[in-house]
Antibody
Framework: EVQVVESGGGLVQPGGSLRLSCAAS????????MSWVRQAPGKGLEWVSS????????YYADSVEGRFTISRDNSWNTLYLHMDSLRAEDTAVYYC??????????????WGQGTLVTVSS | QSVLTQPPSVSAAPGQKVTISCSGSSSNIGNNYVSWYQQFPGTAPKLLIY???KRPSGIPDRFSGSKSGTSATLGITGLQTGDEADYYCGTWDSSLSAWVFGGGTKLTVL
């Protein structure tokens, strides 16, 4: 059974940092691109970042470019999102999602349950 | 303001058919595959349609997708109260080098 499980969310002050993790199982992690998608309270889905299967290509939304870094460890079947200089508008549930392809773009066929990040003083 | 435009809400009676539109441009829908997602409150999105009109295993054929030019449409037939959810379209935007979602459409089954 394919599973992706996020962790690492929590309350952080504006300007702070946080690292999200996504543990993958049930599929060959190194063969698929992965993405982070977020959803602010009461709002729609917003794509954050994607990474190719090998990690050689990364993409970011303008809203997080230069502040967030996506990475992956194919030995540990884990996806990461390192978030710096956090702002109140980064408050959201962050979802980890598996793409159907090795590279972006592609549809996301499996999603985690999400982890809540709250940026507030 | 989303790059892809969806109606905020649609409604129909049980057993009826409903369509949800997703309008974009040549840099996104016009030249890339569209996927559709269903989301119930408090839960993760679920893939309904990929590559414009393909259904993942386990998705009933009541759900269908189509694309024409710079617009895409999700169709749901035989509506059930359990279909009440938010629906999002998504695609790659080649000009932005970014994945984009529509603003979402809330389906009400009256």
């Amino acid at each position: 059974e394919v599973q992706v499980v996020e962790s690492g969310g929590g309350l952080v002050q504006p300007g702070g940092s946080l690292r999200l993790s996504c543990a993958a199982s049930g599929f060959t992690f190194s063969s698929y691109a992965m993405s982070w998608v977020r959803q602010a309270p009461g709002k729609g889905l917003e794509w954050v970042s994607s990474i190719s299967s090998t990690g050689s290509s990364t993409y970011y939304a303008d809203s997080v470019e230069g502040r967030f870094t996506i990475s992956r460890d194919n030995s540990w079947n884990t996806l990461y999102l390192h978030m710096d200089s956090l702002r109140a508008e980064d408050t959201a549930v962050y979802y980890c999602a598996k793409l159907m392809t090795k590279v972006t773009p592609g549809a996301c066929d499996y999603w985690g349950q999400g982890t809540l990040v709250t940026v507030s003083s | 303001q989303s790059v892809l435009t969806q109606p905020p809400s649609v409604s129909a009676a049980p057993g009826q058919k409903v369509t949800i539109s997703c309008s974009g441009s040549s840099s996104n829908i016009g030249n890339n595959y569209v996927s559709w997602y269903q989301q119930f409150p408090g839960t993760a999105p679920k893939l309904l349609i990929y590559e414009n009109n393909k259904r993942p295993s386990g998705i009933p054929d009541r759900f269908s997708g189509s694309k024409s030019g710079t617009s895409a449409t999700l169709g749901i037939t035989g509506l059930q109260t359990g279909d009440e959810a938010d629906y999002y379209c998504g695609t790659w935007d080649s000009s932005l080098s970014a994945w984009v979602f529509g603003g979402g459409t809330k389906l009400t089954v009256l």
